[in-house]
């Protein structure tokens, strides 16, 4: 665990927590009460199937969606609207394709009113930080779907954030580099030390990456257990294969299928017979 | 990783690739090789005008009996250059089609901008602005004759009514299907008010905009020519028509070809014009380093 003083900034503070989506009839509860805190630097993982409502939590943290009951909190500030001390990375395609690397990663800093050779030199160092440097002047669409993440994690750290919000930013990428993104991630996150809270369905990718793991159950999205990862840092590939890591794996997979059969079972299909297909 | 994986697969880390500089040339290559049968197109063209306004053919529904050889009309665009007349017919229709397209395109962006963010401005602006559109520039002249004072400001008025709608329309469309993820991350990334119009709505409807421009350019054209044959003392327009009064038939073609190279020679420059606004649109076709 890597635990900061709580003094530090980056406190993230969820409390009764309900979220609706859909106009008129067809609103629903994406999000039901949903409690928990999480320490300023924690790495936290949000694990759900896909429709769990997971993403629907990290907009509302964002500042995106509105609360229908209680509400997010950083530092004790309760969050009304997006705001760039809470960055947010999307999966794919959000950086502003008109905009040269250089100046998508300085985007931030332009909105702060920072001179344009400040911010520039600044965005610099940060496409450094993620392995990008001699792709400046380059357009969104010249780089590759890695490299485009890279910029996006780069665009959102410039605003010094207090707390990333990662909302599945690998899930459109082939394994490979998915893999070889995890592990720029932790190692940038080692440097910049911000609270993470990362969207994810992957089982493997919540394990290698998080602190603490927030099951999610199926819509409309509660928690549904609350996983300490107890691995020291830096995490390489012998984490993946190790027998606590393989522990890890079966709890979070038993607890993901109990949540396919529940929702099989909602839809009034036999859960028994629904859980004899998975 | 073994757990789901995204169906939308995405390009890999791997290098971009430098293909796309090849087929430039190979491109490049393949139109000058397309050119002679292009020209000898032309060329049949010409010999057929030539030979049925020599002839006086008839064909009993259309005769070319008072149309003028090709010879002859290179005669009358010759006279034309010579003419002193010639400046101030060309800087009469371009003024017209400057003033008349600049209006279009500053009200046409900046009310499509609005229209296509906002649900009030929506409301309040389009209404009135539909049961205009489908009413012809031409269809205006009558009316615009009696509104303006000037001849000029009833010719600038028409080619503004016809450059405007082509605009406005591709505009909203243009800002209606800007990204909602982009005005998210931009959002998140500090952008208040006014800024996201000028950062991100304008710059993400660009392609649309430009497309608007050029069209617009187009109808400018075609509805200045029109409404200088009816209320104009100078222009490309008017001489056209002063050229069948007068019965000189050589400069009438001289008018068409000309109203025709103009036309397609601003279409260009818009194009071109719209290219330097949007490099990034430009390299999507083929990413190439």
Redesign the interface.
Known sequence: MTETPNDAPGRVDVRELSIELGAGADRFRAVERVSFAIPAGQFVCLLGP?GCGKSTLLGAV???LPAATGGAWLDDEKIF????E???V?????L????RVVDNVA??L???GVGRAERRARARELLELVGLAGFEDK?????????QQRVEIA??LI?RPRVLLMD?PF??????????MQQLLLDVWSRVKTTVVFVT?????AIFLADRILVMSHRPGRIREDLAIPAGRPRGQEWLTSDEFLRLKRRCMALMRDEHERAFGARGEPAALAGAFI | MSAVRSDRSDRSDSAPSAAATAGGARRRARAVARLPLQLLSLAICLLLWQWASSRQLHLGFVTFANVPPPAEVLDAARALLDSPKLWPHLSSSLARVGFGFGAAAVLGVALGLAIGRSTWARLTLLPPLEVLRPIPAVAWIPLAILMFPSSEGSMVFITFVGALFPILLNTIHGAEAVDARLVAAARSLGTRGLRLFSEVIAPGAAPSIVTGLSIGMGTCWFCLVTAEMIAGQYGIGYYTWESYTVQAYPNIVVGMLLIGVLGMGSSVAVRRFGALLTPWYQIKGGRHD
């Open positions: 896909s964002a500042g995106h609207g997006p705001a760039p809470r960055g947010l999307f999966q794919q395609h959000t502003f394709p008109w905009k985007f931030g332009k909105m702060k357009y969104p669409v010249q780089l590759s779907g890695g490299m665009r959102v605003n599945e899930a459109a990428l082939d394994a490979q580099t998915r893999w070889v369905h992957d089982i493997d990718e």
